[in-house]
């Protein structure tokens, strides 16, 4: 069990309870049903991806897979996708528009090896998605869609977490689907109570501020302190500990350091 954070047990263990859940209630579509993992990992690698690198909802939408470098161990965070009754601003900070929440929010994020098999998940069924994709769109057109995906085709498929036909996923979808695994799993986690298991793991961790403010994509370390400031004091118990065995070890050495030295002035007095 993680930190209790505003009235939540934050726990990696309720997360993955909830997130199998989401696998049952919104399994993958039949083209991509041979993709899912050893233990039936599917949709719910949306809520494993969330809680292992604390994105924001709106940044995790927006990720186009270019941006996840898995040999360098770091996502490159530039985009968001915010959804507001039924509207979707896009920002495209590489474009020049304006970063989501702050600034901050464009980073570089570590990735942690719990979700490097949730990644290569998701993205064997974004590329399956991708092969399909062109047959698809003739079958559209044949059929004359007055509704097409919400992306042109050459940008479908390109984003790590993908809706259902390779656009900007739909938040009113996935909250319905979630809401499904609440009530499947008796947990009742939200896409941004996810992201603070992701904060809590840092802070267990021993991370700094500092490194804690860059992953979560705050606008300071104050804004870090802000929202989650009673969980550092809970570790500065842990830290306390592990300061004072430090400080015992090195007094420990420089006293057999000083007896060895006293020794050796002992020696050349005998000698004398």
Do not use: C
């Not at 904060?199 to 267990?204: E, H, R, T, V």
């Amino acid at each position: 069990l993680l930190h209790h954070f505003q009235g939540l047990d934050l726990s990696i263990g309720r997360m993955e309870t909830l997130a199998a859940a989401l696998d049952e209630v919104w399994p993958l579509p039949r083209w991509a049903s041979d993709l899912t993992g050893p233990n039936g990992e599917g949709r719910g690698d949306i809520l494993r991806f969330a809680a292992f690198t604390g994105m924001r909802w709106e940044e995790f939408v927006a990720l186009d897979d270019e941006s996840v470098l898995l040999e360098e161990e770091t996502i490159l965070m530039h985009d968001t996708a915010t959804e507001s009754g039924g509207r979707r601003e896009i920002r495209r900070v590489r474009d020049g528009d304006k970063p989501g929440k702050s600034r901050a929010a464009t980073r570089s994020l570590a990735i942690v090896e719990q979700v490097i098999p949730v990644i290569r998940r998701l993205r064997a069924v974004r590329q399956r998605g991708l092969t399909l994709e062109p047959e698809r769109e003739q079958r559209r057109q044949a059929r004359g869609v007055k509704r097409p995906p919400n992306m042109p085709l050459e940008e479908r498929w390109t984003l790590l977490i993908p809706g259902e036909t390779g656009g900007y996923m739909s938040y009113g979808h996935f909250r319905k689907k979630l809401e499904m695994a609440h009530k499947r799993s008796g947990v009742d986690y939200t896409a941004h109570e996810l992201r603070h298991i992701a904060a809590s793991i840092l802070i267990s961790s021993g991370a700094s501020d500092y490194q804690i403010q860059q992953q979560m994509g705050h606008a300071s370390v104050a804004v870090t302190r802000k929202v989650y400031g009673h969980l550092f004091k809970i570790d500065r118990t842990e830290l306390a500990r592990r300061v004072s065995e430090r400080i015992e070890t090195l007094t420990e050495a420089e006293l057999a350091e000083a007896e060895k030295a006293g020794n050796g002035e002992a020696d050349e007095t005998r000698g004398k």
